[in-house]
């Protein structure tokens, strides 16, 4: 799996959700801060996105916009339209009208045959005890306007899903599941290819650097190898010492750093997800002593692995938190 998959992989949390939302005349909502990560198309007419601490952004058909940090933000017809609390949530997405997320928290009604505003609207559960750098790196709201020949496989995945989205077919589950984990595939792979164009550093730079996108497909790839930073610099293709300047430039931290703490993800994930006994986990960790495995997992953590399994099953016969999706 490549570095931008497994930063979503180990973050996501349970099945996103989607819907259609319909708006006429003057209409503002206020979505609250949120453990979940938000999306809007503009399928038809046009809105105003509000960010917390920012300018207003206009968005157009076919205009995508991303919030991968759950802070709260504003989606209204006009920057001057009061807006309504969000208390909505999504029904069924198959709803004539697709339950969209409504101030008042009910469907939105059907009574004018061609709304003003067509959105297709959804949300992401996330895991932020932990986030990946590379998510960590993007600004509060991520926009991709539509320009014609920009990002196709961003624009067929949101006809896709809204296709999916206007009518129940055999299969339909499984779809908007698979489409929505593509879609949000498809905006950060269009973000960070757009940002490499303008910036030396960071993590959109990271991603398109061949050295450092080698040995970070190289530590995803076999993070339980016993790397070194010279045996990464080869594999990059540079000397230890450039390899080593490169890569912590770029990436934001050593690479041993970043391996450890790739490591220690993949641990926990495994150990939330599976019965794996703790001498695999740790193998698979890199550690041949599961002694150590579970000196330097405590050092992250600060519990036991034993213990970070026991919460974990604990807090998953807990009722799921409530996502942006569902407030």
């Known amino acids: 799996m490549d570095v931008l998959s497994e930063a979503i992989t180990a973050m996501r949390t349970g099945r996103p959700h989607a819907g259609r ?24 007419g046009a809105c105003w996105m509000l960010p917390g601490d920012g300018e207003p952004v206009a968005l157009g058909p076919g205009d995508v916009v991303f919030m991968p940090h759950g802070r709260g933000y504003g989606l209204a017809d006009s920057p001057r339209t009061p807006l309504a609390e969000f208390r909505g949530s999504f029904p069924d997405p198959f709803a004539r009208d697709a339950g969209g997320p409504d101030a008042d928290g009910a469907a939105v009604a059907d009574a004018a045959p061609r709304p003003d505003t067509l959105l297709l609207c959804g949300a992401y559960f996330l895991d932020r005890a932990r986030p ?4 960590g790196d993007l600004p509060q709201a991520l926009h991709m306007p539509a320009r014609l020949g920009r990002h196709p496989e961003l624009r067929s995945a949101v006809e896709l899903l ?21 879609l949000l595939l498809y905006v950060l792979r269009a973000w ?11 993590w959109a730079a990271a991603l398109h650097d061949q050295a450092v996108s080698g040995a ?3 530590i995803h790839r076999d993070p339980a ?32 750093a970043y391996l450890t703490w790739w490591r220690m993800t993949l641990a926990a994930r495994l150990l939330r ?30 519990v036991a692995p034993g213990g970070y399994r026991r919460r974990g099953q604990e ?6 938190a409530t996502s942006l999706a569902q407030r």
């Open 315 to 320: 807090s998953a016969g807990a009722p799921a």
């Open 192 to 202: 960070y290819e757009e940002q490499s164009d303008r910036t030396s550093t960071g």
């Open 273 to 302: 997800e599976s019965e794996l006994p703790l001498r695999a986990v740790a193998e698979r960790a890199g550690y041949t002593s599961e002694f150590a495995f579970a000196k330097a997992f405590k050092r992250e953590y600060g």
């Open 225 to 256: 190898r016993p790397w070194t930073v010279e045996t990464l610099g080869r594999a990059a293709g540079l000397s230890r010492a450039a390899f080593a300047r490169r890569f912590t430039e770029l990436a934001g931290q050593p690479p041993l």
């Open 216 to 218: 970070l497909r190289a």
């Open 21 to 44: 939302t319909e708006k006429s005349g003057p209409w503002g909502v206020r979505f609250p801060d949120s453990e979940g990560a938000g999306f809007h198309v503009v399928l038809q």
């Open 132 to 135: 990946h750098p590379l998510l």
């Open 162 to 182: 809204g296709g999916e989205l206007e009518r129940r077919r055999p299969g339909a589950s499984a779809v908007l599941t698979s489409l929505l984990d593509t």
